[in-house]
């Protein structure tokens, strides 16, 4: 007999009880092994799409002015972290201003003061 006629012979045999048990327990794992990676491709996708598509939002064009006390002067700006720093002189004080970058809505100020 050559070996093609032996694996066809084997392939006939029903299977026992507990081998059909096994198999029917692989069948399952893999079936929920699939429905899982089918799930964490589509949360995936999903999070790329929601940080592409809603980084941006509506933020449209914004044009702001921001009023300085009477005889300031600004002596430096810097841009960083999502924040425009604006350094102020007033009266022989320094003052930092910072503004969000996107809607340029204040979000502080910092005062400087010298010691009596």
Do not use: C
Request: glycine share 12%; net charge positive.
């Amino acid at each position: 007999m050559d070996n093609k006629s032996r694996s066809d012979t084997d392939d006939d045999k029903p299977l026992t009880p507990e081998q059909q048990k096994i198999v029917d327990r692989v069948r399952w794992l893999m079936l929920i092994s699939g429905i899982a990676t089918v799930l964490g491709i589509a949360v995936v996708i999903g999070l790329i799409g929601y940080r592409f598509y809603g980084s941006g939002g509506s933020v449209g064009p914004a044009e702001v002015t921001a009023r300085l006390p009477k005889g300031a002067k600004i002596t430096s700006t810097a841009v960083a972290d999502g924040r425009v720093a604006v350094t102020v002189e007033v009266g022989g004080t320094i003052e930092v201003h910072t503004f969000d970058l996107k809607t340029l809505k204040p979000t502080g100020r910092l005062r400087f003061a010298t010691e009596p």
